[in-house]
Each structure stands twice: as structure tokens, then as C-alpha cells.
């Protein structure tokens, strides 16, 4: 069965700070990694990864990919209050269809 | 900018009533998507589509039904609501890829 795990279920920071927010996962065929940003209700969406070893970057966000760990992480550097959300990470399988994680509540406080 | 829109945004309704939620997209896209999402845990997949006419279940068994008559549309129907459906359901939709675009959700209880 695929399955995507994130970690940590939830965390709380400091402006300023730099978090690391993880996802593993084991899904059959893999295709594609995407991040997601979600606050109050509609996701939206980060980055897409598929090959291993080459970063995205959107301003103070990165990600990258590790397809022979079978995971990713997302940084985000000099966090800021507007960063509190939750970030979702979802596996696309063979099957087109997107796995996602239970993801990672960050909280980031003044 | 995604343009996709779900309504209602929040429904509260009597067991055993019929409801419809409401999902429609401007993109032109033909994949189209809901997932149920419960606090705190996973969004998982109840029905997808990938054009008119096209409906297929996802991987969490659902008693909710779809239908898919115009690109644009994607409406999903309970025809007896009761308390366990009480959830957050979130449509989507893609281009070619899964990079999906979200609606806002809406918010269902059932009392």
C-alpha cells in the first residue's frame, strides 16, 4: 500500500528561525513529489520534484529530493508569522493519482 | 491564479437529508478531483475524473456519487447524509499533471 509520512506531525518556532520539515514515503512507480501549502482551507501548491538532487527555491523556501532514501524535505529560512500553516507533501504513483501525507503544522510565533 | 470554486464553503444539515456539493473550474482542465479531509489526518481521494463522461472511485470508499457532464463541473451528491460523513471535502483539478489546484473546501456536518 503507498504511504507518505511526514514529520514532525507539528512544530512551533520563532521568527527568524529556519525549519526543516520532512517526507518519506513508499509508493509503487513513483513519478513526482509535490509540497503544498495549506492555511484554513485550500492547498496550495509549493514545488514539484522529480529527480533526485536538484533543488527548487521560491524565495525562502527549497526543497529537494532523494529518490534512493525515498524522501524530501522543505526548508524554510528566516521564517516569518505568515509561514504558520500546514505543508502537505503528496506522492504521485503510477496510478496518476496523488498519495498524501497527514503533513506538518507549523506554527510560527512573534 | 487557480480558479476553482466550491460551494457552499460550510453545511450543516439533518440525517438523511440530499445535498450536492458544488464544484466548478475556469481552466478548462479535464482532470478533476475530490478528496475528504478529516482534522488533522490526510487528504484522501473519494473520486476523480478525467473528462466528461469519466468518473472513476478513488481509494477511500465513499457513499457519495459524482457526475461529470461538462468539463467545467464536477458536482458530488450525498443522497442520505449522516454523521459520519461530517467532514471537510476539497475539490481540485490539473492540467496534464497532478499538479492539482484546489478549491477552498467545504465544510460538512451532519447532525
Known amino acids: 500500500e503507498d504511504k507518505v509520512v511526514q514529520s514532525p506531525l507539528s512544530l512551533v518556532v520563532h521568527e527568524g528561525d529556519t525549519v526543516t520539515l520532512n517526507c518519506s514515503y513508499e509508493?509503487?512507480?513513483?513519478?513526482?513529489l509535490l509540497w503544498y501549502k495549506q492555511e484554513k482551507k485550500a492547498p496550495t501548491f509549493l514545488f514539484m520534484l522529480t529527480s533526485s538532487g536538484i533543488e527548487k527555491k521560491s524565495g525562502r523556501l527549497s526543497s529537494i529530493l532523494d529518490k534512493k532514501e525515498l524522501f524530501s524535505i522543505l526548508n524554510i529560512t528566516a521564517t516569518q508569522t505568515g509561514d504558520s500553516a500546514v505543508y502537505l507533501c503528496?506522492?504521485?504513483?503510477?496510478?496518476?493519482?496523488?498519495?498524501f501525507g497527514k503533513g506538518t503544522k507549523l506554527t510560527v510565533n512573534p | 491564479e487557480a480558479d476553482i470554486y466550491q460551494t457552499p464553503r460550510y453545511l450543516v444539515i439533518g440525517t438523511g437529508k440530499k445535498i450536492t456539493l458544488e464544484c466548478s473550474q475556469t481552466m478548462g482542465h479535464d482532470k478533476m478531483y475530490w478528496y475528504q479531509q478529516d482534522p488533522g489526518m490526510e487528504l484522501h481521494l473519494i473520486h476523480y475524473s478525467y473528462g466528461v463522461n469519466s468518473t472513476e472511485k478513488g481509494d477511500l470508499s465513499s457513499e457519495s456519487t459524482v457526475s461529470r457532464i461538462r468539463t467545467e463541473h464536477f458536482p458530488l451528491t450525498l443522497e442520505s447524509a449522516r454523521p459520519s460523513h461530517t467532514s471537510q471535502y476539497l475539490c481540485?483539478?490539473?492540467?496534464?499533471?497532478?499538479?492539482?489546484?484546489f478549491g477552498q473546501g467545504t465544510r460538512l456536518t451532519v447532525v
Open positions: 481540485a483539478s490539473s492540467e496534464s499533471t497532478v499538479k492539482a489546484f
Open positions: 509508493v509503487t512507480n513513483f513519478r513526482s
Open positions: 503528496a506522492v504521485e504513483s503510477g496510478s496518476e493519482k496523488l498519495v
